[in-house]
């Protein structure tokens, strides 16, 4: 199937309530085009320089999503275009991204990544340190005018083991649940990203209002 079908095949799958983020890391911007041109504006990439690059050449209404790890010193790279940055996971890189969106006057949306997996290789956030970034913002003299927490995201374990992965994405829904009644000016907890090509069905009957999906719109990587 092309790229086109399949994007408009797990489109027509999404209940409502449930984003589509198309994960295009890796691919060519002709192939984005090919998304684009179906009616797709959220593109999700995992590096900053293959992102900016990607932005500079293509349309001006697309939103960028940088999901993958964020170095605080690269920051400066998207912080006038970016959207939303889904992966962070500590108050240095949040302060980063504060500092880098007031030189552009804007305010960036961010996600707080956190630790679900089972797996020593995936980055995140435990109850406590998130916790303590909420308390943090809790303070409206923090400084952080820049940044807005606009939810929570998760990685679950990669494992053929569906009971597993539902319980971290259960996981996930339930420090959602618990957290997102605080709300102070830059925090508010609205959004949850969870799943993946393999797992967003799962993801969505657990919660999840943002899908993260690559391969099965793009081919492998
Ligand atoms: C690559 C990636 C995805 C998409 O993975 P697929 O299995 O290709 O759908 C989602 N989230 C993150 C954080 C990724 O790095």
Redesign the pocket.
């Known amino acids: 199937m092309s790229i086109q079908e399949n994007l408009l095949e797990i489109k027509a799958t999404l209940p409502s309530q449930v984003t589509l983020v198309a ?1 295009s ?1 890796t691919k060519p911007v002709a192939d984005l085009m090919k998304a684009y041109g179906a009616g797709q504006r959220i593109f ?1 990439e ?1 590096k900053i320089q293959e992102m900016s690059e990607k932005w500079e050449q293509m349309p001006k209404d697309i939103q960028w999503h940088m ?2 790890h964020v170095q605080t010193n690269k920051v400066k790279f998207m912080a006038k275009y970016v959207h939303l940055i ?1 992966g962070v996971d500590s108050l240095k890189l949040l302060s980063a991204i504060n500092k880098q969106a007031m030189k552009h006057n804007r305010v960036i949306d961010c996600l707080l990544q956190m630790y679900i997996a089972e797996e020593e290789s995936k980055f995140g956030l435990d109850e406590n340190e998130l916790k303590e970034i909420l308390h943090f913002l809790q303070n409206d003299t923090n400084g952080m005018q820049n940044i807005k927490i606009v939810g929570l995201m998760g ?1 679950a374990t990669f494992t053929a083991n569906q009971n597993q992965i539902k319980k971290e994405f259960l996981h996930l829904k339930t420090l959602f649940d618990k957290y997102s009644t605080l709300k102070t000016k830059n925090c508010q907890l609205k959004t949850i990203s969870m799943g ?3 797992d967003y069905q799962l993801a969505i009957d657990c919660g999840s209002t943002m899908v ?5 719109i793009f081919g492998s ?1």
């Open positions: 994960v890391k999700g995992n999901i993958g889904h990685m993946m090509s393999g993260r999906i690559g391969s099965s990587r």
